[in-house]
Each structure stands twice: as structure tokens, then as C-alpha cells.
């Protein structure tokens, strides 16, 4: 069975930082390109970062480009999302999905990052 993992999120104040980490299992890892999502209320679903899975090739949404940066640890079936530079813009659920081509497509439950005073 297929698992995606997220945690790490929580409530944090303007200007600080969080990791986010998802555990993935139950499928190839290593073939399968990672990605984060965000979906604050009453907004669409946005795409935050994407990296691959051979070359290991990021790229980022305008939004968040010079302050958040994801990475992953194929030997731990694991990807990250490291957010600096937090805004209340930012607030949302976070999402891990591993996608293989058009077909194999997974997500995770969500963990929540509210970014508040």
C-alpha cells in the first residue's frame, strides 16, 4: 500500500522557519519525481516545488523562489521542504504528491503551517 507522510508543520511567527518532511513507502521511490503543494482557504491548489527524480533538478514557485528549498533522501524514501523567511501568506495545508508520468499519481494527508503573530 502506498503511503505519503507529511509533518513538521505547526503554528510559527513572520520571519521564521520550517521543515517539512514526507515519508513515502510502498512504492519505487527514487523513480518518482516529488512535489509540494499548497492550498490556503478559498484559493486554488498551487504548486510550491517540484524536484525530479534522476537528475535531482528543483524549480519553484515565483512566490516562494530564494526562501523555500526541497530536497530529498532516496535512501530514506523521504523529501523535505525546508521554508524560510515565513509570511502570513504562506499559511495553508502542504501537500507531498509523487507523480510517475500521466498515470501513478499519490498524495498525502496534508499538515497545516500557519504563519501568524
Known amino acids: 500500500q502506498v503511503q505519503l507522510v507529511e509533518s513538521g508543520g505547526g503554528l510559527v511567527q513572520p520571519g521564521g522557519s520550517l521543515r517539512l518532511s514526507c515519508a513515502a513507502s510502498g512504492f519505487a521511490f527514487v523513480w518518482y519525481a516529488m512535489n509540494w503543494y499548497r492550498q490556503a482557504p478559498g484559493k486554488e491548489r498551487e504548486l510550491v516545488a517540484a524536484?525530479?527524480?534522476?537528475?535531482?533538478?528543483?524549480s519553484y514557485a515565483d512566490s516562494i523562489k530564494g526562501r523555500f528549498f526541497i530536497s530529498r533522501d532516496n535512501a530514506k524514501s523521504t523529501v523535505y521542504l525546508q521554508m524560510n523567511s515565513l509570511r502570513p501568506e504562506d499559511t495553508a495545508v502542504y501537500y507531498c504528491?509523487?507523480?510517475?508520468?500521466?498515470?501513478?499519481?499519490?498524495w498525502g494527508q496534508g499538515t497545516q503551517v500557519t504563519v501568524s503573530s
Open positions: 504528491n509523487a507523480k510517475r508520468g500521466e498515470r501513478d499519481d499519490y
Open positions: 524536484i525530479s527524480s534522476f537528475s535531482g533538478s528543483t
